[in-house]
């Protein structure tokens, strides 16, 4: 059978080797303090570009 | 007792950085209701007999009671919701998840007579890109020309009438995965299966390395612009951000398109062409602002909790009904 993904889904993009840039990072390390680490959004940031993160009823 | 609350996701920088702010600045209360973990988390609780009063689950582990509220700030209500794993069934599991979302929007639909940013269904209906391309049109903004179509000829023909190479992106997006704009090319449009499967968003490219973010909080407008050489900033590596001042024009045009949506807020992605002509890309009802303060100092949590305030004080004019 073939795999079939939408038109869209060939842009893909993984977080793989994403780099956080460095100011955003140290950013929100210092207004969030140690919890900024654990409410890190995968491989992106928390407060993020991406405002697809919500857009689900999976 | 508690003004604002904050409906989000739990674990949410925007919604913590925001109750600081309103609390420490402004001694406004502020509690945060985590919308994906309700469950198994108690404290919802509605009745239309005397006793119980409205009340939901604050992320903290406490009670808010919703008559006490002035103003709901409704920015993510899906997510990933968690389920305990006791309930094993994966139909169950769903109706654990859609009853829970349905007795928080109750309860507040019901028994909240504040001002919302921005009403759940305005939120909910703005998303859609067909809908702000034709409204930001209709209101003056230059848009890109766009197709959005599974009719695999109709798709090949703007192809090859935007010289051969188009912008391809999603109608919506997905969680966990992300999604970019990408250039797709007419050779690479052979495969009818993959054009008719879903409905994708096909553009003409809006040239240049210039992008801004703008930031619509009621009447304020605040505005970035955001450097990369790729196509897609989203991830880039090379994102440069700095405050910009826009044009009233510009601006103005951005604020009707937000009251025409029916929304008090909206985060605008727009595209300057390198003849400087801003070209709208879409408007996300809660779009993410506070990257742009992190990366270019830009005191938007202030400005933000200013529009929270602001939009308070219509609140406590309005006249009783
Ligand atoms: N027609 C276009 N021309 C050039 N760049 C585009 C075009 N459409 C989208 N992009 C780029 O891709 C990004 C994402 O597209 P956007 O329309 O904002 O959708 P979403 O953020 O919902 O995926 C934009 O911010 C912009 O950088
Ligand atoms: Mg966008």
Request: hydrophobic share 40%; with cysteine.
């Amino acid at each position: 059978m073939k795999h079939l993904a939408p038109m869209a889904a060939r842009f893909t993009r993984s977080h793989q080797g994403y780099q956080h840039p460095a100011k955003l990072d140290a950013w929100e390390k210092a207004v969030m303090g140690p919890e900024a680490e654990a409410m890190r959004w995968p491989g992106g940031s928390i407060s993020g570009s991406d405002d697809g993160w919500d857009d689900c009823d999976e | 007792m508690s003004t604002v609350a904050i409906i989000t996701l739990a674990g949410d920088l925007h919604a913590r950085v925001i109750r600081r702010q309103l609390q420490e600045v402004h001694g406004v209360e502020v509690a945060v209701v985590a919308s994906d973990t309700l469950s198994a988390a108690g404290g919802l609780t509605w009745s239309n007999v005397a006793g119980p009063a409205p009340t939901l689950p604050t992320e903290d582990g406490g009670v808010l009671d919703v008559a006490d509220l002035d103003l709901v700030w409704w920015r993510r209500c899906h997510g990933r919701p968690t389920v305990p794993d006791a309930v094993t069934d994966p139909q169950m599991r769903k109706l654990v998840v859609k009853d829970n979302r349905a007795g928080l929007r109750g309860l507040l639909l019901a028994g909240f007579t504040g001002t919302w940013i921005s009403d759940p269904y305005a939120t909910e209906r703005a998303q859609n890109k067909i809908l702000q391309l034709s409204v930001a049109r209709r209101l003056g903004l230059t848009v890109p020309r766009t197709l959005v179509s599974t009719d695999p000829a109709a798709v090949r023909d703007f192809a090859r009438a935007h010289g051969g190479t188009v912008i391809a992106k999603t109608m919506t997006g997905l969680l966990g995965t992300s999604l970019e704009a990408g250039r797709v090319t007419l050779e690479s449009l052979r495969d009818d299966d993959e054009i008719t499967v879903s409905a994708t968003v096909y553009q003409e490219e809006v040239p240049g390395t210039d992008h801004l973010r703008v930031m619509v909080f009621g009447d304020a407008v605040h505005a970035a612009r955001i450097r990369s050489g790729e196509l897609d900033w989203r991830l880039a590596g090379d994102m440069e951000v700095e405050p910009v001042a826009i044009d009233e024009r510009l601006a103005d045009r951005l604020r009707r398109v937000t009251v025409r949506l029916g929304l008090r807020m909206g985060v605008f992605d727009v595209k300057l062409r390198p003849d400087g002509e801003p070209v709208f890309l879409e408007v996300n009802p809660q779009g993410q602002f506070l990257f742009v303060e992190g990366m270019s100092d830009m005191p938007l949590g202030e400005a933000f909790a200013q529009f929270v305030v602001d939009e308070l004080a219509r609140v406590h004019r309005r006249v009783p009904a």
